[in-house]
């Protein structure tokens, strides 16, 4: 080889060398540069589920580092070493054997000690048996619903069926079992810091169990692609001390006290005329002609003008902290960062407080009541609905006044 | 009476290559058939497979420009938290068009167009074994691809993503014609699939030349042979699922109307079924072509060829178990997920013989650091990252927590860029000097490589971190306030992808320059200008229309390499000694030519026959007039077609062939 | 599709026969039946899929007629009966073909056209009987994944009949592009391929009860 090409070729080696140098050095940027306190991370487990799938998980990614570190290594060396210097034509050596076999044998047993905890594992996870609560869980798009079956729920008896939406509030310490199914399309029903995510199929009812440790807010979002909303289709459980817990159902199970405020009066009427053909608010009562309540309540009927035949019930909405597939908040910045930063004693006095109006965040809600589909795509305009079969999908446009929207969300604040 | 135009394709024996015109006599046909061999209309009516095999490649690389569009859009999109660049429904259709076109439009077509231009070259045939049906292929999926993407026009691409599950594919969900769309034009498409397999299966197995047994084959050839297995037991199944998803959209059936107790799950078992072994059609002909690559440029044979072909056929074997391992999330019993989990690990082992065996093969050679070496060591690299992030969840519990979010999306694309397209552009650097008989420019190949290399790793990388610290796929937007604390928040991650994404972009630009740049005043390439192995280097560059002049007889895997080396003993032990130039070989080849070879004819039914298919698909949608007029084509295209001889009648040459001995090659 | 392949693969012989010494690995089997085999085998998925779905939703017919109400099966009985005959005389036809007896092989070519016709018309009765029994294509899953799964074979056959009487009309005019007992065999095998199908069809879907 001449000079000439000997130095190109050194040149060429050292440049490829500094590439590969900036390849490990941005794949350490990554390794040490992971978000602090995501709060979806999959490697914080919160809960037993999640804890024995993270168990599970990190040193399957160990072994995984481990054999590319050693294929980039040897790659590496051979570029290095085996570069054309001018050396001889190498033998023609078509492979050895006993050495293939070997090589193929290793692998085989690593797998074989990651598919046995991975077994175990998936079954250990499938389990129901051990069932202390149940809570059935239906996605549409583009929000979840929970419905509380009559149970006793880790020892606090819930006498009556409640239905709320947007947060799952569960006992801590307490196995509970989701029933997870779909009103409309598939959606998956996913709280990474509780457990691995669930389908939630159309027709079928599927198992997840979820269990929480500690008081807190765990985010969550659903992660099969669901349509127009799928992005702004999220959920949060929420996991409140058994006492904490009991003072929820109570509180779940009262029927909507009759508004005192003025406004919020007008609200009620607004609301029914407005609103309650689709949103449930139970203890909202028919009015008679002269003003007073009738005995009898205002039922609502979704499946008349909704393709997945069902709206969030609104009987305790301030009791929750964000609304619309748990995409926006109730609460302003500051008290939802003192919520999230709450300690887990503190958690719980602070999270049944619900929404008081010095914590309330307006805005989003003003927007949301003025003109939903402006806010989150959604099919509900005039036109879509006939392309729907004459329904709406999510919430239209309602063509409020200022006044009327005034009146709502009085009446809605209320609403605890 | 057909006027067939024979141009000399050796000049030399043919005095002076002036084209001669002879009468035919006896030519059946319901027209005259095509003659031309220059100009567009040699093109247009080729059933030449250099020819489909450029305009596979050409096309595709088409849509692979239309696909990295649509991807740069999405990124640039994801920016940044609660970006308002794209609505959701454009985002929806960005997403779905843009998986929709790589796999079907781009990876699928352009490895065909590798398979058909090298395999007849690679085995010592002059073409494969149905040559109309070749041409029909192409223009089938050429006309797939474009209905597809008239969508856009339309109405609406299709919104489904691309595994488009039910019931959210549903008419009264997905309301725009782009799912239909999507349906039919995937059904064309899948019938250039079915008929190239076909086609290539039976031209590997019965048009090998002499001597070449299945184990003395090119492993490129072998690679391209389990794909074609994989595809004509594949498509058959998302035929069904795509009639399925039609007939429900299209003529009302039940099929998904969960309402009417329809199972959702049934249309994910029937596209997983074909979407798994789709993987492996995506990617196997990728390792084919860095198994000829690594020892070009190691300068040794491939380590563990029969390994390697196993592995290969096991890959390809396994790949039918696993396909509910895309499934794990949604409710299959424990029992279910533990088997496809077990399975799933034990697809890993091929694949990892695979690495050892290309590494292997570097060990100890005398590496030449091409641009074609350089994305085959590439590929080495990145797909292990891609194969090992798929071992992560093959543990089907780690899975429930990484399914669905960007941590899948980092998986398959280091699997399908870093493996399947860092193959491709090896297979670009290789072959081209051989295609266009010109070199490509190293320099500018450098910077194509570095810069996709960068750019992919930049892209992709970040998807892992995303993905792990809880970022879902499918996401018009993500909230600021899921992205975490600290500089390096899941917000600075997708800033990273996206800036990673235009490097990428541009390491593409660097490679059409190349290709420009190359076309206008790139060197003349050498016979051998990598001391290459297999045979199709025994051909000119470019090949002349019939391949060889004389079919070679093959004695030995890496023929051509035996045919230029011998290993010769001296004191210091036998060495191995050039005995023979590419150039010799050739002129021995142009001395010893055939007198007669007949080359199939070319003919305009293919492209008739394809081009009825989307007019039935467009009435299917629009108008059943168009869709009746459509039939009628297909129809008379397909009678006329089965009435025309696939080659010219042997009176038909001159002089014809039972008359005195002839030099000339008649190539029509 | 598959009539586009018969006169395809003279160009090989062409190609690749210029040697004489040595004797090229193939599969022993010709291009044009390697293949119509391995298109069949492809075939097999399809239907495969199609009972697998019919399968699943046989017994989801609420509301309206299922299999015990609607099946006819002495009607279905003779039909198959009829269908299986038609492979018999597609044997006949090949045979006459191998010897080289044109007139003979037109002969049972169009007895298995004409029984094959029966098939298909006996289907076409079926499914009008059905509908008027208030059972079309839209009305259940059970119907819907009937319809498909009998209506692709149904159409599979009537592929079979075009394409046997286009082999009648060209062999009387002698325009059988290359190996004429071939092209008949070729046409055969998918003949009998239908057939065999729609003996598993017939097991699974009228045999068995759901």
Redesign the interface.
């Known amino acids: 080889m001449s000079g000439v090409e000997q130095r190109v070729s050194t040149v060429r080696f050292v440049k490829q060398r500094s590439g590969i140098v900036l390849a490990i050095v941005a794949a350490a940027v990554m390794l040490g540069g992971c978000a602090r306190n995501a709060p979806q991370d999959t490697f914080q487990p919160a809960g037993e589920n999640a804890r024995r799938i993270n168990n599970l998980q990190l040193p399957v990614f160990i072994i995984a580092g481990v054999v590319f570190a050693i294929v980039l290594g040897m790659v590496l060396f051979i570029v290095v070493r085996y570069r054309d210097r001018g050396q001889e034509m190498p033998k023609q050596t078509h492979g050895k054997p006993a050495l293939e076999i070997v090589l193929t044998i290793i692998p085989a047993i690593i797998l074989i000690g990651v598919g046995i905890p991975t077994v175990s594992t998936v079954f250990s996870l499938a389990k129901t048996s051990d069932t202390q609560c149940v809570i059935n869980v239906t996605g549409q798009q583009w929000w979840w619903e929970y419905e509380y079956p009559v149970q006793t729920c880790g020892g606090v008896n819930i006498a009556e069926p409640i239905v709320t939406s947007g947060e799952l509030v569960l006992p801590t310490k307490v196995h509970v079992l989701l029933r997870i199914t779909s009103n409309d399309v598939i959606h998956s029903y996913w709280i990474p810091k509780l457990n691995g995510k669930r389908d939630a199929v159309p027709g079928r009812i599927h198992p997840l169990r979820m269990e929480a440790d500690q008081p807190g807010i765990y985010a969550g979002q659903c992660t099969e692609f669901c349509g127009l909303s799928h992005a702004r289709m999220r959920m949060d459980a929420v996991g409140l001390y058994t006492a904490d817990f009991a003072t929820w159902v109570a509180n779940q199970l009262q029927l909507a006290p009759k508004p005192t405020d003025a406004m919020a009066l007008r609200g009620e009427d607004t609301f029914r005329t407005q609103c309650s053909r689709c949103h449930q608010v139970n203890g909202l009562m028919e009015e008679n002609a002269d003003g007073t309540n009738s005995d009898k309540p205002v039922i609502s009927f979704p499946d008349l003008y909704v393709v997945a035949g069902n709206a969030p019930n609104l009987t305790n909405l301030m009791t929750r902290t964000t609304f619309a597939g748990a995409t926006w908040d109730l609460l302003n910045d500051q008290c939802r960062k003192a919520l999230h930063d709450a300690s887990p004693d503190k958690f719980g006095a602070l999270y049944l407080k619900g929404v008081t109006p010095d914590c309330f965040n307006e805005a989003d809600l003003r927007e949301w009541i003025r003109n939903a589909p402006a806010k989150k795509p959604m099919y509900s305009s005039e036109a879509q609905k006939a392309q729907n079969g004459g329904k709406y999908r999510g919430m239209p446009n309602l063509n409020l006044t200022d006044n009327q929207i005034d009146e709502i969300i009085a009446y809605l604040l209320e609403r605890k | 009476m057909a006027i067939i135009e024979r141009p000399s394709t050796v000049p030399a024996l043919a005095g002076g290559g002036a084209p001669q015109f002879v009468t035919p006599s006896s030519s ?1 046909g319901v027209f005259r058939r095509p003659v031309s061999s220059t100009g567009w209309r040699s093109w247009l009516f080729t059933v030449d497979h250099k020819k489909l095999g450029l305009m596979y490649g050409g096309a595709a690389m088409f849509f692979f420009l239309v696909g990295g569009v649509e991807a740069l859009l999405i990124r640039t999109q994801l920016a940044a938290p609660d970006n308002t660049l794209l ?3 454009l985002y ?1 259709q960005l997403f779905t068009m843009h998986a929709t076109t790589m796999i079907f439009l781009f990876v699928m077509p352009v490895t065909t167009g590798f398979a058909n231009y090298l395999v007849p070259l690679q085995i010592g ?3 494969v ?5 070749n041409a ?1 292929g192409f223009w089938c999926f050429l006309f797939g691809g474009i209905f597809l993407n008239t969508s856009w026009f339309l109405g609406g691409a299709a ?3 691309w595994f488009m ?4 594919a549903n008419a ?4 725009s014609h782009g799912v239909d769309f999507w349906s039919l034009g995937l059904q064309i498409t899948g ?1 250039a699939s ?2 190239g ?3 290539l ?2 031209t590997i ?10 184990m003395k084959m090119p492993i490129f050839t072998w690679m391209v042979l389990v794909v074609q297995f994989l595809l ?6 998302i ?3 795509l ?2 998803l039609m ?1 429900q959209r299209v ?5 998904f ?2 309402d ?7 249309w994910q078992h ?1 596209f997983w079924i074909f979407g798994h072994p789709e993987v492996y059609i995506l990617i196997l002909p990728s390792f084919g072509i860095v198994s000829e690559v690594l020892p070009v440029f ?10 390697v072909v196993f592995s290969g056929a096991a890959i390809g074997f396994i790949g039918w178990g696993v396909w509910a391992h895309h499934m794990f ?3 299959l ?2 029992v279910s ?2 088997v496809f ?2 399975s799933t ?2 697809i ?2 091929p694949t ?2 695979k ?3 290309w ?2 093969t ?8 091409t641009t074609a070496m ?1 994305f085959a ?1 590439g590929l ?2 990145e797909f ?2 891609g194969g ?2 798929g ?2 969840h ?12 960007y941590y899948i999306v980092a998986h398959f694309h280091y699997v399908l860029f870093g493996g399947a397209v860092f193959g491709i552009f090896a297979g670009f650097y290789y072959w081209w000097p051989k295609v266009f008989g010109k070199m490509l420019s190293e320099t500018l190949g ?1 910077w194509n490589f ?1 810069l996709m ?2 750019g992919m ?2 892209t992709f ?2 998807m ?2 995303l993905g ?12 600021e ?10 917000h ?2 997708n800033t990273v992808a996206s800036v990673g994404s235009y490097i990428l972009a541009t390491g593409i630009l660097m490679f059409l320059i190349n290709v420009l740049h190359t076309a206008r005043k790139g060197a003349k390439a050498p016979l051998d200008p990598w001391d290459a192995r297999s045979l199709e280097w025994l051909t000119a560059s470019p090949p002349k229309a ?1 391949n060889f002049d ?2 070679p ?1 093959v004695h030995a ?1 890496d023929e051509y390499f035996h045919l230029k ?1 011998e290993e010769v003993d001296t004191d210091a032990g036998p ?2 000694v050039k005995v023979k130039t590419a150039e010799e070989l050739l002129a021995e080849q142009e001395a010893n030519a ?1 007198e ?5 004819s070319p003919s305009y039914w293919p492209m008739i ?1 394809a081009i009825a298919l989307p007019i039935i698909a467009y009435g299917i949608i629009f108008s059943k007039v168009l869709a009746v007029a459509g039939g009628a084509i297909l129809l008379l295209g ?2 006329a ?7 010219a009648d042997d009176s038909d040459y001159d002089p014809p062939q039972g008359g005195a001995p002839s030099k000339e090659l008649a190539s029509v | 599709m598959s009539e586009a392949t018969l006169a395809e693969s003279h160009a090989v012989a062409h190609a690749a026969d210029a040697h004489g010494a040595h004797v090229s690995p193939t599969t022993g089997l010709s291009n044009n039946k390697l293949a119509m085999w391995l298109f069949l085998g492809s075939e097999c998925l399809l239907f495969g899929g199609l009972i697998s779905t019919y399968m699943l939703y046989r017994g989801r017919h609420t509301g309206s007629p299922g299999p015990a109400q609607l099946w006819d099966i002495p009607l279905t009985s003779v039909s198959s009966f009829v269908l299986l005959m038609s492979s018999l005389t597609m044997v006949l036809a090949v045979s006459a073909a191998q010897e080289r007896d044109d007139r003979l092989t037109c002969i049972w070519l169009s007895v298995t056209a004409l029984l094959g016709s029966t098939f298909v018309g006996a289907q076409v009765y079926e499914f009008t009987s059905f509908y008027h029994e208030g059972v079309g294509f839209t009305t259940s899953l059970f119907s819907s994944s009937f319809f498909t799964l009998t209506g692709f074979h149904g159409i599979h056959v009537t592929v079979g009949i075009i394409m046997l009487m286009s082999l009648v009309g060209i062999i009387s005019r002698s325009k059988v592009p290359g190996d004429k007992a071939e092209v008949v065999e070729l046409i055969g095998l998918y003949w009998h391929f239908v057939d065999i199908v729609w003996i598993v069809i017939f097991t699974l879907v009228y045999l068995i009860p759901a």
Do not use: C
């Not at chain 2, 007669?596 to 199939?600: A, F, K, R, T, V």
């Open positions: 059946y609505s959701a429904s929806n045939a002059r073409d074994a149905f040559p109309r049906l029909f919104d489904g993503g599950y039910q019931p959210n009264l969900f997905s309301p019938i079915l008929t397999a076909l086609n299966i039976v197995l019965n048009m090998r030349a002499p001597g070449m047994t299945l004509v037991f594949a498509i058959p199944v035929t069904v699922a009639f399925l007939f003529f009302g059936a039940q099929f109307n969960v009417a107790g329809a199972d959702p799950l049934l029937l190691s300068r040794k044979p491939l380590f563990g060829y029969k390994f999330a949604s409710g019993g424990p997920v533990a989990s077990v690990m034990l890993a082992i990892g013989v690495i050892v065996n590494t292997l570097m060990w100890g050679g005398k590496l030449r650091f350089l060591i080495i690299v292990t990252i090992l992030s071992v992560t093959s543990v089907s519990p780690s899975d429930t927590q990484q399914t669905d979010t450098k570095w290399v960068i790793n930049l990388g970040p892992h971190i792990l610290q809880g970022q879902p796929r499918r996401m018009v937007v993500y909230p306030k899921l992205t975490g604390e600290g500089f390096f928040n899941l600075f991650w019939h004389v079919i007889h895997l080396y060495r191995l055939d007669h070879i007949h080359m199939p026959v397909m009678f077609w089965s009435l025309e001889p696939s080659v």
